[in-house]
């Protein structure tokens, strides 16, 4: 289901009456919409709308699709959006391994392939051998790496990223961004990125929208 456009058609969220933000935008595949704008401008809410989580206190308008399917009309389970907080959200009380078995989808069966999407999911971010680690022992970039892993494996239509790299450090931050907008060119995926760090804006390399201001 990847290798298709998102589309944001005439999207409108609204609080209380009052218009949070307007967005209409194509997002192409691996390509990175940045939005940015002030604290508590609906940057997490449009995320939310497009998953499909918008809390009721939000009223909202306009269709999100993705190539020619409407997202907007199906609940968040059959969106299919990626999406990567500023917390890993690890599960603790699985292995690194139980993580990222936990995301595959069902219709992947058998032990042994499962084992080896695992397996190549790790290696793809630099974590060959960490299976069997307890979440915990982890340092924040291999968590963050792990994240990232987990949400590929859950073959995803778009990534959706909440401000994934404001926890970490200079360096851990670039590196990381540097993985996760070439996971999205080679995975095929859109990507739409909330964040208030003009440097991730400019690693992200495609549009920026402004909103609230
Ligand atoms: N469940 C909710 N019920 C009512 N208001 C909410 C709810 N969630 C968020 N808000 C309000 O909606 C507005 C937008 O919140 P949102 O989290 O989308 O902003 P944001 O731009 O992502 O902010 P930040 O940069 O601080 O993460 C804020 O004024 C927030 O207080």
Redesign the pocket.
């Known amino acids: 289901m990847a290798d298709q456009q998102l589309f944001l058609d005439g999207v409108s969220i609204a609080?209380n009456g009052r218009v949070?933000l307007a967005v209409s935008h194509r997002v192409e595949v691996g390509e990175v919409l940045t939005v940015m704008?002030p604290?508590?401008?609906?940057?997490?809410?449009l995320l939310a709308y497009i998953g499909g989580f918008l809390?009721r206190?939000f009223s909202a308008t306009g269709k999100v699709f993705s190539g020619a399917e409407e997202l907007t009309v199906l609940p968040a389970e059959e969106r299919h959006a990626g999406i990567l907080f500023q917390d890993p959200l690890l599960f603790p009380h699985m292995s690194v391994g139980g993580n990222l078995l936990f995301a595959i989808p069902p219709s992947i069966k058998g032990r042994a392939a499962r084992s080896a999407l695992v397996q190549e999911a790790l290696e793809g971010v630099g974590l060959a051998g960490a299976a069997s680690r307890d979440p915990d022992t982890l340092s924040g970039g291999q968590k963050a790496r792990v994240a990232l892993a987990r949400v590929l494996l859950s073959a995803p239509r778009m990534l959706l990223l909440d401000e994934p790299f404001s926890k970490l450090d200079a360096e851990l931050r670039s590196q990381m961004r540097e993985l996760v907008f070439a996971k999205a060119r080679t995975s095929r995926l859109p990507v739409v990125l909330?964040t208030?760090d003009e440097a991730d804006a400019e690693a992200a390399g495609g549009p920026v929208i402004r909103v609230g201001q």
């Open positions: 609080l949070l704008g604290s508590g401008s609906g940057k997490s809410t809390d206190a909330v208030h």
